[in-house]
């Protein structure tokens, strides 16, 4: 059966484990400006230290119209990661109307002040097209600006545009260099996608070994993807050794996170009594939960077990 995202990815059929080069595919990693907007609250303090204190602690208990009347306060001083707080607001639509084109406004003054979480994330917006018009050039420009000071989201996404060749000429070993200097500081998206560099030896020898390693690092973090490649690592004993509990531990974490490969590799899993006790409607379910979000390759293995309609189970997100 085929697999779907990422370059290589993890896929089991019914006959257990197969592979589909997907290399083809060029698109950004997931957005990553709510992390660059977290890690801009949590090292706020340019205003006044009991401003940024206060307007961090309003934004964490939910009290986003506090927030935002705070650090329009610090930005009025001229505070850049102020500035790009309240661009994340009006692009989030926290504490005030959601307003494209004011967040962009705001991530332009704070680029102006010197922000590279500014930068970073109106390059993102540039990729999308939302707010201003899509633009991958301008999107490289402004991530390079937010990656030449060191900022490791707009390190991973110079990553990424040189990976799938957007906005610059493809480049697998320029992507690789980006991936390791944002890796290096423990970005786990960036950890991801350098593992699989590694994996499929794309702008680095390959080496599943140290891509099983930067799995293991971004999985600990919380990543699906990376969660879902370290269990197929596990299943398949590639670059570590067969370890079914390991892989159903990590397809697990990886599923209740509504990963959807590894929705499909768990429950096919159940059906297979490869590593679990069989369990025909869990792994039913894991099926269907994983159709629902558009995984053919789960589709088409209930197609072939001439399963047309869910059976009468509670839907959620997670796993059993």
């Known amino acids: 059966m085929r697999a779907a995202p990422d370059r290589i990815s993890p896929a089991r059929s019914l006959d257990g484990l197969k592979w589909e080069d997907d290399s083809s595919k060029a698109t950004m990693t997931r957005p990553i400006r709510p992390t660059a907007f977290l890690i801009a609250l949590w090292l706020s303090g340019c205003a006044s230290p009991d401003v940024m204190t206060s307007a961090k602690n309003a934004y964490q208990l939910g009290n986003y119209?506090?927030?935002?009347?705070?650090?329009?306060?610090?930005?009025?001083?001229?505070?850049?990661?102020?500035?790009?707080?309240?661009?994340?607001?009006?692009?989030?639509?926290?504490?005030?109307?959601k307003?494209?084109?004011?967040?962009?406004?705001?991530?332009?003054?704070?680029?102006?002040?010197?922000?590279?979480?500014?930068?970073?994330?109106?390059?993102?917006?540039?990729?999308?097209?939302?707010?201003?018009?899509?633009?991958?050039?301008?999107?490289?420009?402004?991530?390079?600006?937010?990656?030449?000071?060191?900022?490791?989201?707009?390190?991973?996404?110079?990553?990424?545009?040189?990976?799938?060749?957007?906005?610059?000429?493809?480049?697998?070993?320029?992507?690789?260099?980006?991936?390791?200097?944002?890796?290096?500081?423990?970005?786990?998206?960036?950890?991801?996608?350098?593992?699989?560099?590694?994996?499929?030896?794309?702008?680095?020898?390959?080496?599943?070994?140290?891509?099983?390693?930067?799995?293991?690092?971004?999985?600990?973090?919380?990543h699906d993807g990376a969660q879902g490649f370290l269990a197929y690592c596990y299943d398949a004993g590639d670059g570590v050794a067969k370890n079914m509990d390991e892989a159903v531990k990590w397809y697990r974490l990886s599923a209740e996170q509504n990963n959807p490969i590894s929705q499909r590799n768990l429950g096919l899993l159940y059906l297979q009594s490869d590593g679990l006790k069989k369990d025909t409607v869990e792994g039913e379910r894991l099926l269907w939960l994983a159709a629902a979000q558009g995984d053919k390759v789960a589709l088409e293995a209930l197609q072939d077990l001439e399963i047309e309609q869910p059976r009468e189970y509670e839907f959620t997100s997670g796993v059993t």
């Not at 506090?66 to 994340?88: R, T, Y």
């Not at 991958?136 to 937010?146: K, P, W």
Request: aromatic share 12%.
């Open 65 to 97: 119209t506090k927030a935002l009347k705070l650090w329009k306060f610090a930005a009025a001083k001229g505070d850049p990661k102020a500035i790009a707080n309240v661009a994340g607001l009006y692009e989030d639509g926290k504490g005030v109307q």
């Open 99 to 222: 307003n494209l084109a004011e967040a962009v406004r705001w991530y332009r003054l704070g680029i102006d002040k010197g922000s590279e979480w500014a930068a970073n994330d109106l390059g993102y917006l540039y990729t999308q097209g939302k707010g201003v018009p899509k633009d991958y050039t301008e999107a490289l420009r402004l991530f390079r600006i937010s990656a030449d000071k060191g900022y490791a989201p707009g390190q991973n996404h110079m990553g990424d545009m040189y990976r799938s060749g957007l906005g610059v000429t493809k480049d697998l070993t320029e992507a690789a260099r980006w991936y390791h200097l944002a890796a290096d500081q423990g970005l786990d998206f960036a950890q991801y996608s350098l593992g699989l560099s590694y994996f499929n030896g794309e702008g680095v020898p390959e080496d599943k070994a140290e891509a099983v390693r930067y799995f293991q690092m971004a999985a600990q973090k919380g």
